[in-house]
């Protein structure tokens, strides 16, 4: 008997997705080492990551890039840089998603460039810019102008390609971050949809689209999900996705072709789920969440990137990314996934989760509707409220142990792991000289173009910003003068300003969601009246680039529900302003938050600066992802505690800061 024609199997395997890993870092020559690399292993398509001074828009030698730069991603500052990313590499043979959302337009200005002196026309360019702002105010924080300009921007793009890059994915409405800032299946769901109508809405009302063509415009918008490790409710997650979203371009924006209609993701599973304690778990997390999104065929993402085993731990390296790979090779090639059609179609299980979590999402979108639209959402706190909220309501079920994390809160006795050994050896490390080599490099990139052509370019996009037209054609322009990514972004800042977001600390659980915060309670209140003031003043700060804010937020809530009088002013400080804040709110300690790795940067100079502003004495503490060796030399710099991931329980951290405040004012 034909195997191949058993009962309910398709007369044809379906296609397997576009198979991506995350990559980028130290510098745009190294990178395209790397693509090169995982392309001959077989992977299909490409994911870039930028650094963070790129993702902000300043160049490598600007203060705020000090530390920051190749550490999360590729630094791109200029046409010549990109021209070094994607040296050899065909771009119209490519499928490439760029991970870039406030410069987006300036990175695909660059891309566009290299691909056509490569001698490719656009329209057989293929891939994606993420290019959805919101979330950035809501979790990654790499956000630059407001959120009405920042929109106006992702529409030029939406319109541009829709003329010049019909295969071009424009916007990536991604609801990955939002899971990771806390958000619910119906949250994430809900919120996810209240930004793409406020995508279609500024296109639609931009007058820059025929309204026959929003079909096109809606086929081309797609979504960049997070996938859990409750993979049943992340099958019913992305069934609940694609029928509302069927409905929303069915019924607000009148599109009639059901294939155009059609919800298309890629996806990332859940890195904030990687634990640092017991990593090798980290590989079972990776394989059940990646068939969250993969076992349903009317579900089944159009692309994957899988984290590698050891991001919690710092930077993959290329091994790490390798098995990451395999992993999809195996299940597409080995397995018989492909091999029928959807597994749960008339499943009375999956039908009931996924009209839950559709009226749910409904709810949530129709609050955000009402309230009128997902900007206001945004410039109200509302939605970073909820997100806090919710994040810390995870978090107190964690520390309950209510919610079971092997090797975490359960399950943690562990023999010794051979995978971490080799202690730093674990992770890629990045060259110090990195940075250096980049801010000289841009400054040469500077000294030999024709400076005239880069004012005219320059005063170009600057008029244009000041009025409605589409920023995409000035953009080119300033691409093809030698323009820097600082230069563009900041010529954009004088027209539109920059932008700071609602930190949504007001969002707390409050002090009795954990029975064991009463003790600390009572610690505070007995530190604050031995040290003869009011209550005790905790300055939480985030140095440098690093947007990833979750962690911060979660200790500041912690930290005010524990009796602290907490001062935290958000995301991107310089050490300057960090030890202002300190000496001017008289602060009886500091915390530093630092995720993207440039901590023996960041916190030095923090200390440095507190010393010449006669409080030395101050304590200062550090949360992030530090490698054990970085620990025990920020230690040896005078911090006084280094958290880490491993570190879950918040209400023991806020303990052992009183601690710290004790020992530091010599209280028994």
């Known amino acids: 008997m034909d195997e191949k024609a058993l009962p309910g199997r398709l007369p044809e395997r379906d296609r397997p997705w576009v198979m991506r890993t995350y990559a980028g870092h130290s510098s745009a020559a190294a990178t395209n080492a790397l693509f090169r ?29 000090a530390g920051e730069v190749g550490r999360v991603g590729v630094p791109v500052a200029h046409l010549g840089d990109m021209r070094a990313l994607f040296d050899g590499i065909p771009l119209a043979e490519m499928n490439t998603s760029m991970t870039i959302n406030a410069p987006a337009m300036w990175l695909l200005a660059l891309y566009t460039t290299v691909g056509a002196e490569q001698g490719a026309e656009p329209v057989r360019f293929a891939g994606t810019t993420q290019n959805d702002i919101i979330k950035e105010y809501l979790s990654r924080g790499t956000y630059i102008f407001p959120p009405a300009a920042s929109l ?33 299946p119906v949250q994430e769901v809900g919120f996810a949809l209240a930004t793409a109508v406020a995508v279609l809405d500024t296109v639609r009302d931009s007058g820059q689209v025929p309204a026959e063509r929003m079909g096109d415009v809606v086929q081309r918008i797609s979504f960049f999900v997070n996938a859990g490790v409750r993979f049943v409710e992340e099958i019913a997650k992305m069934r609940a996705f694609g029928a509302l979203w069927d409905e929303i371009t069915r019924d607000r924006y009148a599109v009639t072709d059901p294939k155009q209609r059609r919800f298309r ?99 949530e979108l129709d609050k955000v509707l009402e309230m009128g639209g997902v900007v206001t959402a945004v410039e109200t706190g509302y939605l970073k409220s909820a997100l806090v909220a919710a994040l810390a309501e995870r978090r107190r079920r964690i520390e309950a142990g209510a919610d079971v994390v092997v090797g975490v809160n359960r399950f943690t006795e562990t023999e010794p792991s051979p995978l971490t050994a080799a202690g730093a050896a674990a992770v890629e490390q990045v060259d110090p000289a990195v940075e250096a080599d980049a801010a000289i490099g841009v400054r040469e990139w500077r000294a030999g173009r024709d400076g005239a052509a880069v004012d005219a370019a320059l005063d170009r996009l600057r008029a244009d910003a000041a009025t409605t037209v589409n920023l995409m054609p000035a953009t080119l322009a300033c691409v093809r003068a030698g323009v820097t990514t600082g230069e563009w972004a900041g010529t954009l800042r004088q027209v539109f300003g920059e932008y700071r977001a609602p930190t949504g600390l007001a969002a707390g659980v409050g002090p009795g969601a954990d029975p064991g915060l009463a003790g600390v309670r009572e610690r505070v209140a007995a530190t604050a009246r ?34 602290f009088e907490v001062v935290y002013q958000g995301i991107r400080l310089t050490a300057g302003q960090i030890v202002a804040a300190a000496v001017e709110e008289d602060v009886d300690l500091v915390g530093l938050s630092v995720l993207s790795g440039s901590h023996l940067a960041a916190v030095p100079a923090v200390l440095d600066g507190l010393r010449a502003a006669g409080r030395g004495d101050l304590p200062v503490v550090v949360g992030g992802i530090i490698p054990t060796g970085d620990g025990e030399h920020l230690r040896a710099a005078g911090v006084a505690r280094v958290f880490t991931p491993k570190d879950f329980a918040l209400t023991g951290i806020i303990d052992e800061l009183v601690t710290v405040i004790r020992e530091a004012n010599g209280l028994a």
């Open 265 to 363: 993701y890629g996806v990332q599973v859940n890195s904030l789920g990687l634990t640092e304690a017991q990593p090798e778990n980290n590989i079972q997390r990776i394989v059940l969440e990646m068939l969250g999104v993969t076992l349903s065929r009317d579900a089944r993402a159009r692309a994957v990137q899988l984290p590698a085993w050891n991001e919690a731990l710092g930077l993959p390296r290329p091994w790490d990314q390798q098995w990451s790979l395999r992993m999809q090779q195996v299940l597409a090639y080995e397995s018989d996934l492909l091999e029928y059609p959807d597994l749960f179609e008339g499943s009375h299980v999956m039908t009931a989760l996924v009209d839950e979590i559709v009226a749910g999402a409904r709810v």
């Open 152 to 184: 106006r921007l992702t529409a030029d793009v939406v319109a541009y390609t829709l003329r010049e890059m019909p295969r071009w994915n424009p916007v990536n409405i991604c609801s990955y971050h939002l899971q990771e800032a806390g958000a619910t």
């Open 37 to 65: 690399r995982n392309l001959a292993k077989g992977q299909t398509g490409l994911s870039v990551a930028f650094d963070l001074p790129t993702q902000t828009g300043y160049d490598p030698d600007h203060e705020l890039a």
């Open 530 to 563: 031995e040290l003869g003031g009011g209550r005790l003043r905790l300055l939480v700060g985030k140095p440098g680039l690093d947007g990833h804010s979750n962690g911060a937020e979660q200790i500041a809530v912690r930290a005010r529900d524990a009796g």
